[in-house]
T-cell receptor
Framework: NAGVTQTPKFRVLKTGQSMTLLCAQD?????MYWYRQDPGMGLRLIHY???????AKGEVPDGYNVSRLKKQNFLLGLESAAPSQTSVYFC??????????FGSGTRLTVV | KQEVTQIPAALSVPEGENLVLNCSFT??????LQWFRQDPGKGLTSLLL?????REQTSGRLNASLDKSSGRSTLYIAASQPGDSATYLC??????????????FGRGTQLTVWP
């Protein structure tokens, strides 16, 4: 049972490049989330999804897009990366409003 | 907007001490409150979940209490061990219709337990 799997684990991008972060969960969870964690800022919600085919904005959605085409996958896209998007990104999932399971994170550096 | 505050930001104690971590939130209309542990360079691990109708939850040496009306929760760690060293975060889920399911996190308490 893999839980929540994030790929890639590390990435370095040049300003203006695009990339997609993939989150996959095998627990049949309805809810999925993308957070970013920055020193001194804590965890901030980027986007979330309460079911397949639905997405909603969180606290800091600008510069990111998401898609939930399949229940088990939640993709986070950066269309034109900026240095301000250097962060650690965490995906999480839960069965409706219950305990969250987190992935191990993706360290993204934008130079 | 829901704001979550954790005090202290950092705590350093000798092994064996009983300790209390504090979490406060501004909007008492919560669905549940969760405590997490984060080890350096790792993701978050769920420790305890307290429903809004509950007063406390226990897991091993951990006990979390919830006073919804005053907007406070405490995490009590008994007989601390060096392996308890980590950052502890609390998060609340608002009980507000369309935003149900969103968690609001505090910035955490960084705990160091020395031998």
């Amino acid at each position: 049972n893999a839980g929540v799997t994030q790929t890639p684990k590390f990435r370095v991008l040049k300003t203006g490049q695009s990339m997609t972060l993939l989150c996959a969960q095998d627990m049949n969870h309805e809810y999925m989330y993308w957070y970013r964690q920055d020193p001194g800022m804590g965890l901030r919600l980027i986007h979330y999804s309460v079911g397949e085919g639905t997405t909603a904005k969180g606290e800091v959605p600008d510069g990111y897009n998401v898609s939930r085409l399949k229940k088990q996958n939640f993709l986070l896209g950066l269309e034109s990366a900026a240095p301000s998007q250097t962060s650690v990104y965490f995906c999480a999932s839960s069965a409706r409003v219950s305990r969250l399971a987190f992935g191990s994170g993706t360290r993204l550096t934008v130079v | 907007k829901q704001e979550v505050t954790q005090i202290p930001a950092a705590l350093s104690v000798p092994e064996g001490e009983n300790l209390v971590l504090n979490c406060s939130f501004t909007d008492s209309a919560i669905y549940n409150l969760q405590w997490f542990r984060q080890d350096p360079g790792k993701g978050l691990t769920s420790l305890l979940l307290i429903q809004s109708s509950q007063r406390e939850q226990t897991s091993g040496r951990l006990n979390a209490s919830l006073d919804k009306s005053s907007g406070r929760s405490t995490l009590y760690i008994a007989a601390s061990q060096p392996g308890d060293s980590a950052t502890y975060l609390c998060a609340v889920v608002r009980d507000r219709g369309s935003t149900l399911g969103r968690l609001y996190f505090g910035r955490g308490t960084q705990l160091t337990v020395w031998p």
